[in-house]
């Protein structure tokens, strides 16, 4: 049973240009979290989706982020013109329920040049 | 707002030795205080959790203390090793509310 799987690992994008994080959860999993985690700075909450729904978008940026979990497929975080500012480890989470474990992936890497 | 303080940033101890990480949290509708453990690399993993019904919960070399009236939880690591070298992340949950992490602290335990 794979775990939580991410990629890319390391995604390196130049100012202006867009960044894809993909998350495929764990087998079974239908809530899946993400969280940008900054040096010095622990993880902080991003977006939590249920199949096909924004649950919570609390921790996301008005602007340049969004976020999807569809039917079928990975959820996707898409970060538009990225900026320097941007640059940080990214994870996504996934959970079988509410209240449920969470397990993480290995997160994505994104350095904006 | 920082929900969750933690405390030290970092931390060093000789194998054998019993570190100790500090959270205190402020909502007191939190009921779920997870410890992660996170390599360099690597995604956070859950190393043990307790809920406020129970002030102490052992799993091998880990305890949580917790102290409900002092919103307070705390790690301890006994026997520690220099494969325990790693980032630790106290979190606090209520509900169907999302994970709230601290800041983490690094420990690094020498041979």
């Known amino acids: 049973n794979a775990g939580v799987m991410q990629n890319p690992r390391h995604l390196v994008r130049r100012r202006g240009q867009e960044a894809r994080l993909r998350c495929s959860p764990m087998?079974?999993?239908?809530?899946v979290y993400w969280y940008r985690q900054l040096p010095e700075e622990g993880l902080k909450f991003m977006v939590y989706?249920?199949?096909?729904?924004?649950?919570?978008e609390s921790g996301m940026p008005k602007e340049r982020f969004s976020a999807e979990f569809p039917k079928e497929g990975p959820s996707i975080l898409r970060i538009q013109q990225v900026v320097r500012g941007d640059s940080a480890a990214y994870f996504c989470?996934?959970?079988?329920?509410?209240?449920?474990?969470?397990?993480f992936g290995s997160g994505t890497q994104l350095s904006v040049l | 707002q920082q929900q969750v303080k933690q405390s030290p940033q970092s931390l060093i101890v000789q194998k054998g030795g019993i570190p100790i990480i500090n959270c205190a949290y402020e909502?007191?509708?939190?009921?779920?205080f997870p410890w992660y453990q996170q390599f360099p690399g690597k995604g956070p993993a859950l190393l043990i959790a307790?809920?406020?019904?129970?002030s102490e919960k052992k799993e091998g070399r880990f305890t949580i203390s917790f102290n409900k009236s002092a919103k307070q939880f705390s790690l301890h690591i006994m026997d520690s090793q220099p494969g325990d070298s790693a980032t630790y992340f106290c979190a606090t949950q209520g509900g169907s509310e999302k994970l709230v992490f601290g800041k983490g602290t690094k420990l690094t335990v020498n041979p």
């Open positions: 989470a996934s959970s079988h329920g509410v209240e449920e474990k969470l397990f």
């Open positions: 909502n007191t509708a939190f009921d779920y």
């Open positions: 087998k079974g999993h239908s809530h």
């Open positions: 307790i809920r406020p019904d129970v």
């Open positions: 989706l249920q199949k096909e729904n924004i649950i919570d």
